[in-house]
């Protein structure tokens, strides 16, 4: 009778341990897809500093990263994405991360609307 009760413990003690280990696997694997995800947003240039990789934008939400309209300032991936952009230009443009150490979003792509 003990080791019928001993096993149907470590039968338990198994089932219950089973979805605890799946779970971090689960936000390793949302967390990577966060990583390799791209954000699409509008606005208009307020503001541009070649030197320093930003750009200050009035954007409009961006609904995938669950962010209101808001004026704020982007780093650039390279110099070289603020080309053919002026201040007061509508624009369009891509959110992501180079690297997948990155903790912030930076613009990738940015086009004239």
Do not use: C, Y
Not at 46 to 75: C, D, Q, Y
Not at 103 to 108: A, E, G, R, S
């Amino acid at each position: 009778m003990n080791k019928k009760i001993g096993i149907i413990a470590l039968l338990l003690a198994g089932l219950v341990s089973l979805p605890l280990a799946a779970q971090p696997i689960a936000n390793m694997d949302s967390q990577k897809k966060t990583v390799q995800a791209s954000h699409f947003g509008k606005g208009k240039v307020v503001a541009m500093n070649r030197e320093k990789l930003s750009i200050r934008l009035a954007h409009e939400p961006i609904t995938t990263l669950g962010w209101p309209a808001m004026v704020m300032v982007f780093n650039v991936v390279n110099a070289s994405v603020l080309d053919g952009i002026r201040l007061d230009d509508t624009v369009q443009f891509e959110l992501g991360k180079p690297r997948p150490s990155d903790t912030l979003w930076v613009i990738v792509n940015i086009e004239r609307k």
